[in-house]
């Protein structure tokens, strides 16, 4: 296996670095401080044509690779979770969906313009009463002559006061658990649609997290994306790529914070030397790092696994549970370099270390991801 | 709260290391080579008045508390764990049956002699069919008449070569699990007991541990630990505590030997023209072991006193086990580490700890038993 990524993956990386550097670094803190979403930049993603990046170029996009993909979330997760967080659901869940199984109209009317980031698209999945537990969601479809009558309350849903479209998990079939979920194409303005209170969050302040209720909301049955009571299968399709994709947003941040350690380490004197003469201090960032390159391999290599067409769900699960673990650590490890200023909100670490909490969550908390490995090895019960 | 030992204990705790520097400590590597503990110094031990520190003076005990239990427990462990455990054995498990649950004449038969070491008794519980899950056991106890026979095969059994009599686990329930449990004293002469091959063990060489054969072994029915059926899983939980606390006193003697040494070494090593303890990364490994072996002994010598209030210890007993075992083998692989090369030097004591230390893992339950019960206390709060 080539341990090296291609030119044209490096250029990618490179120009995005460049991006980030210019442009979403000095605008980090205030993103966060503001907790505004930060559209002057999303757009500006879109023209570098980042939210197309993994669709063909007949809908505007790229066509790009996983593993730039990869590369794309990992820079950007570098200089601002929030905006890295958007690009992404935006680039996969909240559009992959239409793109997958849409009509060619859905495409045409929602794909293009989201590519361009003239709309927006977000994925409604997880309830008050389901996360881990997707199986327990209570969101019903109903089929009602050539239309679905959708009921339920959804939760935590990324930018949804923004979006103009849902791809919505509901339940066509209620007593068949996960087995019995749905995609479903709910637009904004669709009658029985709303978006709900906003959650107050510690972290990626610079997205929203929001409730969106649907009662009796009536779409055609054309929306419903893929053939009905293949929902759930379709939705394991995708979460392989999801868990890569928090695996990449996770190496940027842990790359963040360990720069930040390094320039930090290097810059503070106490007791007549820089911090980094210590051992204590020098000995952590080696071990930031090292667990930082054991994270980076095992994204890349689950990343380029699906480029050349082999799902493996096991190791996407192994990358996106150490990448996410090793963010954390690194966020704890940079934010004890700092020492106090690592509690200080003008620097950034502290936002590292409550952005980094947020890896943990999305594609399925750590205790599911080891649960999911377990039974993909065969040792689960 | 006085968190001190009394001037009694400590002056039990000098006496015990003396001893231990005086008698054990010269005879280890003969003993890790020859794989076995010389009757001489069995002896010598019985003439302290160990194995009757726990028993009343009435049956030539020393009316002794758990505190100085675990006092003996940790010194002698710290010195060699072979030892310990050989000691442990005659002092709790092996005898504490007869005890708590046996006719006078059984105590004036068995505990009497044992405590002036004339005679050694084990506990057997272990079989292939089952350590952790002691209900799955198939070694079996049926009436007949005035006797019981007794019929089947253990495992791991600590000194069974060298032993008197036994306490042996067997079902008079087979359909039962372990509520058909009960517990049964055996001489090691009767008809039918057999003790078969010494398992080659890595870890507390010198206390050899055996499979142990019973094949239609009969007892008189008096041999019934508490007096009915049913009682034995009750009558074992009763020492449960006892176990866990004491094997907890010998991973901190371990834990705190290998710490010691490391200390020293550290002060005499040189590398780059200085001592390596002058190195802050070796430092700082000796402050780790330090916090933590404070810890697991405010913890160990809290559930030891809670007993010996009469407190329950449930909780305290099974968290100080969780703990101590955690850290000793976090310790040794330090102290590992701080010895380079000669960590792995059978000339030195360090690989012995490192060995030694794994015990921890099983003796007294393995962790995940542990963690199992501590989360039942907890439930049950």
Known sequence: ?381 | MDFNFTPEHDLFRQSVREFADRYVRPHIKEMEEKKDIPHQLLDRIAEQGFYGLRFAEEWGGQGGDNVMFAILNEELARCYMSVAARVMMQCLMGTEFINLYGTEQQKRDYLVPAIKGEKYGTMCMTEPAGGTDLGAMQTTAVRDGDEYVINGQKSWITGANAVDFYTVAAKTDPEAGFRGVDLFLVDRDRPGVKVGDRIEKLIATASGCYDLFFDNVRIPADRLFGGEEGKGFALLRSILNDIRVHTAALGLGIARAAYEESVEYAKQREAYGRPIIKWQAIQHKLAKMRVEIDAARLMIYYAAWRMDQGLPVNVDAATCKYFITEAVLRIVDDATRIFGAYGASMEMNIQRYMRDARWLLYGAGTQTMILNIIAAEIRNE
């Open chain 1, 1 to 381: 296996m080539g341990f090296l990524i291609s030119e044209e993956q490096e250029l990618l990386r490179g120009s995005v670095a460049d991006f980030v550097d210019k442009e979403v670094v000095p605008s980090a803190a205030l993103i966060d401080e503001e907790a505004r979403f930060p559209a002057d930049l999303f757009v500006k993603a879109a023209e570098l044509g980042y939210l197309g990046i993994r669709y063909p170029q007949e809908y505007g996009g790229s066509g790009g690779d996983h593993v730039m993909f990869a590369l794309l979330c990992e820079e950007l997760a570098r200089g601002s979770m929030s905006l890295a967080a958007s690009v992404s659901m935006q680039a996969l869940m909240g559009t992959d969906f239409i793109y997958r199984f849409g009509m060619e109209e859905q495409r045409q009317r929602l794909l293009v313009p989201a590519i361009r980031g003239e709309k927006m698209g977000v994925i409604a999945m997880t309830e008050p009463d389901a996360g881990s537990d997707l199986g327990a969601m209570r969101t019903t479809a109903r089929r009602d002559g050539d239309d679905y009558l959708l009921n339920g309350r959804k939760s935590w849903i990324t930018n949804a006061a923004l979006a103009d479209f849902f791809t919505v998990a509901a339940k066509t079939a209620p007593e068949a658990g996960f087995k019995g979920v749905d995609m479903f194409l709910v637009e904004r303005g669709t009658p029985g649609v709303s978006v709900g209170r906003e959650i107050a969050k510690m972290g990626v302040l610079g997205l929203s997290a929001s409730e969106v209720i649907l009662e009796e909301c009536r779409v055609p049955a054309g929306n419903l994306l893929g053939e009905e009571g293949t929902g759930a299968r379709n939705l394991q399709g995708v979460l392989a790529e999801i868990r890569i994709m928090m695996g990449a947003l996770s190496l940027g941040l842990g790359q963040a914070a360990l720069d930040a350690g390094i320039r930090y380490a290097r810059e503070r004197v106490q007791f007549g030397r820089p911090i980094a003469r210590f051992q204590a201090v020098s000995h952590r960032l080696a071990d930031m790092a090292t667990r930082l390159e054991a994270a980076r391999l095992m994204v890349y290599r689950a990343a380029s696994l699906l480029d050349h067409g082999e799902r493996d769900m096991r190791l996407a699960s192994m990358a996106k549970l150490f990448a996410s673990e090793m963010a954390n650590e690194l966020a704890d490890g940079a934010s004890r370099i700092f020492a106090s200023y690592g509690f200080a909100t003008e620097y950034p670490v502290q936002r590292y270390f409550r952005d980094a909490r947020f890896l943990l969550l999305g594609g399925g908390t750590s205790e599911i991801l080891r649960g999911i490995i377990a039974h993909e090895m065969g040792v689960a019960r």
